[in-house]
């Protein structure tokens, strides 16, 4: 640790954090919110556990990655979610993003193809009193079809193409945003709204994520 570290103390830390989502476009005050709230630390553990407050992606088990906060920030602000809004997530992860949009939505379902990511997750919801936040193992390619239709999905793996099975499980109105592209390349963040007569896609902006895998995980 380097004097400068010591001197470093969680409000400030906090305060740093805040700053680059706010450098890197995260505008909308419920979202920055929601994110002051909730501490990233307690999704990273281990080795990475000191760089929870940097903004960027770091490993957690089963070879996956929690996002960059800034990229869960411009994520949230892109889905929009209301108060009374249902939301499915895939791609539970750290939790962390679930945690972030719990606050900002009547209940998310999060769904992750690893058991022991879900369990994890499950545990720090429950920790933390997260009560709107259900956690479950699926292969959520192919969506929540008990808990359909949903006002809000976010996917947080990338697929080649918006999943069909996502696309039908959207309210008309409601949003999608998913990240798009080859998997082993830069993506593009997307953002799918239903109307009446179909789908409107955005274009948002490029992101790297982990790909979107069919089928239940190992562990
Ligand atoms: N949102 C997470 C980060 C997700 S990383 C967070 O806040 O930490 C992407 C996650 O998607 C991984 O945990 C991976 O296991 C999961 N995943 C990939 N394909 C999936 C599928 N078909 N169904 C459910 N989860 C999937």
Redesign the pocket.
Known sequence: MTPEDEQDSPAERKMRFMYQLRSRGVTDPRVLNSMELIDRGL?VRGQFADRAYEDTPLP?P?G????QPSV?GLMTQALNPGPRDTVL??????????A?LSGLCRRVY?????RR?VQEAEAIFAEMGFSNITAQI?????GLPDQAPFDRILV??AAEDPPGSLLAQLKIGGIMVVPVGQSDAVQTLIRVTRSETGFDYDELRQVR???????L?QT
């Open positions: 999704f957690i089963c996956q990655t929690i996002s869960v997530e895939v791609g539970t992860g750290s939790g962390y993003q679930a972030v999060t769904v992750d193809r690893h990511l699926a292969d959520g390619s192919r947080t793996a994520f982990v790909p979107l895998v069919e089928g995980g």
